[in-house]
């Protein structure tokens, strides 16, 4: 190799070390910021009282579906129901 190939490779390294070094600063940076904005938000607030939250739907509440005659070559082979819960598996 050439001493111009050689400082070539320097220069490409030196600017590598820079660009990576300015990047890892920004991100600290942020990060810093994103901390004390956690610090500065008021806690969660607390759930309301039973008697603001709704009373669930009655039957005479919910509206009737309309039923549909399915096609005579339509076959269900497997049931599948989905529940929707808060609860983790």
Same mark, same amino acid.
Do not use: C, Q
């Given at each position: 190799m050439t001493?111009? =190939?050689l400082?070539?490779?320097a !220069? #490409?390294a030196? @600017?590598?070390?820079i660009?990576?070094?300015i990047m890892? /600063? @920004?991100? /600290?940076?942020?990060e810093k $910021?994103? +901390?004390? $904005? &956690?610090?500065?938000q008021? #806690? !969660?607030e #607390? *759930?309301?009282? +039973?008697d603001n939250?709704?009373a669930e739907k009655?039957? +005479?509440e919910?509206?009737?579906?309309?039923? %549909? =005659? %399915?096609p +005579?070559d339509?076959?269900?082979? &497997?049931?599948? @129901?989905? *529940?929707?819960?808060d &609860?983790?598996?």
């Open positions: 001493i111009y =190939e400082m070539i490779i !220069v #490409a030196g @600017v590598f070390m660009i990576n070094i890892w /600063s @920004v991100i /600290s940076h942020n $910021k994103a +901390a004390e $904005k &956690e610090k500065k008021p #806690a !969660v #607390a *759930v309301p009282p +039973a939250i709704p009655t039957a +005479a919910i509206p009737d579906t309309i039923h %549909r =005659e %399915r +005579a339509f076959i269900i082979t &497997e049931d599948i @129901v989905f *529940v929707h819960t &609860e983790t598996l």
